[in-house]
């Protein structure tokens, strides 16, 4: 069936402008991910010392927002250091305004109580995130240490060392602290990857 030239400008006036080409699925897929999330949350729980750091996603390299240590002493009730890492975390939260956290995947551990105490601190802190709606993620520590140190059995030093150094910070920050700024910065990493295998998410 043929057209006439008016008809066809009438079809082209209907439609508008023409639409720019399509891109490919996985680069469209990869810049929105990344854009998705610009302020990243990274806990390293523990009942003694539960380690957090936010970052913002920047150039030429991420903005340390926020570290620290939320410490409790060795006397302290496991009740009163779950409060504290309840409402430090909130704190957090509050202030730096971050869209998705990633918490350190659990790992093996042959003392049953030491598994205990570290899954009473975990959940305390994944129920404070997750009240605040944010989405969570789990990463196993091997594979924050490849992909900060590029090996998976390093020490905490040298994980330490390297996150000053991806973050240009003044001064080291302390090693649970530096373990959460690690964890986001391997999101920030995976973010803007071609990966088929995401993290999971808790």
Not at 48 to 62: D, F, S
Not at 105 to 122: H, S, V, Y
Request: with cysteine.
């Amino acid at each position: 069936m043929s057209i006439t030239p008016q008809q066809f400008r009438q079809m082209q006036e209907r439609l508008g402008s023409p639409r720019r080409a399509a891109g490919p699925v996985f680069e469209r897929t990869a810049a929105a991910s990344a854009n998705a999330h610009q302020v990243i949350l990274g806990v390293d729980p523990s009942l003694r010392g539960t380690g957090y750091g936010v970052i913002k996603l920047a150039k030429p390299c991420p903005q340390t927002l926020t570290h620290g240590v939320i410490s409790c002493p060795v006397g302290w009730q496991h009740s009163r250091c779950l409060v504290k890492i309840v409402q430090t975390l909130r704190d957090v939260l509050r202030q730096q305004q971050p869209t998705v956290c990633v918490i350190e995947g659990l790992f093996f551990a042959q003392n049953l109580q030491t598994a205990l105490i570290m899954g009473e601190a975990r959940g305390a802190a994944l129920a404070t995130i997750a009240e605040a709606g944010l989405e969570i993620y789990e990463l196993a520590p091997r594979k924050v240490k490849q992909a900060i140190v590029g090996y998976g059995a390093a020490q905490k030093i040298a994980v330490a060392k390297m996150v000053q150094r991806m973050l240009r910070l003044s001064e080291t920050p302390a090693p649970d602290a530096a373990d959460a700024l690690a964890l986001a910065l391997t999101h920030a990493q995976e973010q803007g990857r071609y990966s088929f295998q995401a993290a999971k998410r808790v």
